[in-house]
């Protein structure tokens, strides 16, 4: 407990409740990615016509052409292209820079990762390789990977110890961490070696946190940066670690060490890089829905909509 408290400072309660809201996930989509921009802009279109897109994609061309006629032509056009902006927008810019820009940056989403098992508690074996190690070089590696992306992460179990499920769930919580993702690995207890692919669950049965759509998130984009079989994301009361943290949880099973060739990629850095990205990926997504491109008109920060392109694929 003590080395989490020297690495992570605790976060201060958010006011006016959590800020997963729709604005500031759209606002961040915005500032992380500024191709997201024109998608933003489909989304709040409304539904019945695609007008939100076309005044979007008209000022979007506009400002380009008015750049570009600037960089020709230097002072003069500066000039013309200040006239342009309306007393209106300038008004409306100045009220938006006050009201965003002027307040205190949110702090990056902090991320608990949970691997699973260690020191006496091995998980389950393959041929040679022990459940425990695979989980913390995969989760060490997420942490890389997250890191990259901006995000904070606190990493439940750094080396190979005991660590009893209630104490990872009680950091987790007390951390108030924003997502939950615990990583183990999967075995077939039948004769058949072939058995392989990835699982990814979930609790249902707590509505106030969206675990459903991290899950789904989570698995679909693993699935694909591996290409790994995709065995479904499977809702279960059983696992403590998803069920009694307080924020949303999944629990990926990232393979079968009972396959002995899906083992020998499970051992690998590379496939082991593969698979954090895919996590990470899917974590992205869950915050920022926005940098999905999602063709229909369930708008992507819902479960009906996540379901929709999760299902597509
Ligand atoms: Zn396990």
């Known amino acids: 407990m003590k080395k989490h408290t020297e690495r992570y400072r605790r976060k201060k309660p958010v006011k006016g409740g959590r800020r997963t809201g729709l604005g500031v996930s759209v606002l961040l989509s915005v500032g992380i990615?500024?191709?997201?921009?024109?998608?933003?802009?489909?989304?709040?279109?409304?539904?019945?016509?695609?007008?939100?897109?076309?005044?979007?994609?008209?000022?979007?061309?506009k400002a380009a052409r008015s750049a570009s006629e600037l960089f020709e032509d230097g002072q003069e056009k500066e000039e013309s292209f200040s006239q342009e902006v309306s007393a209106d927008s300038k008004e409306a810019a100045q009220a938006f820079a006050e009201k965003e820009i002027g307040r205190e940056q949110p702090e990056p989403f902090l991320v608990a990762i949970d691997a699973g098992h260690g020191g006496v508690d091995s998980g389950c074996m393959g041929k040679t390789a022990q459940e425990k190690e695979l989980n913390l070089q995969i989760a060490l590696e997420l942490e890389k990977e997250l890191t990259q992306k901006g995000y904070r992460v606190l990493l439940l179990r750094e080396k190979d110890e005991f660590q009893d499920k209630l104490d990872r769930v009680e950091i987790a919580n007390s951390y108030q961490a924003d997502v939950f993702v615990s990583i183990h690995q999967n075995t077939y207890e039948g004769r058949d070696k072939t058995v392989g692919g990835i699982e990814t669950w979930y609790d249902g049965t707590d509505a106030s946190r969206d675990n459903q759509r991290l899950a789904l998130l989570v698995h679909r984009e693993t699935v694909k940066?591996?290409?790994?079989?995709?065995?479904?994301?499977?809702?279960s009361t059983e696992l403590y670690v998803a069920s009694k943290t307080l924020m949303p949880a999944c629990l990926i099973e990232t393979g079968f060490l009972s396959n002995p060739q899906e083992e020998k990629l499970l051992v690998s850095a590379d496939?082991?890089?593969?698979?954090?990205?895919?996590?990470?990926r899917g974590i992205e997504l869950y915050f920022h829905p926005g940098l999905m491109y999602v063709p229909f008109e369930e708008a992507p920060w819902s479960l009906a909509g996540t379901e929709a392109v999760t299902e597509a694929r």
Do not use: D, N
């Not at 489909?42 to 897109?53: C, D, H, N, S």
């Not at 940066?225 to 809702?235: F, K, L, M, P």
């Open 33 to 61: 990615l500024g191709m997201s921009l024109s998608q933003v802009m489909v989304w709040a279109a409304p539904k019945a016509g695609g007008a939100g897109e076309e005044v979007g994609e008209a000022s979007q061309i």
């Open 271 to 280: 496939y082991q890089k593969k698979l954090a990205e895919g996590i990470a």
């Open 225 to 235: 940066s591996t290409g790994a079989r995709g065995r479904g994301v499977i809702e």
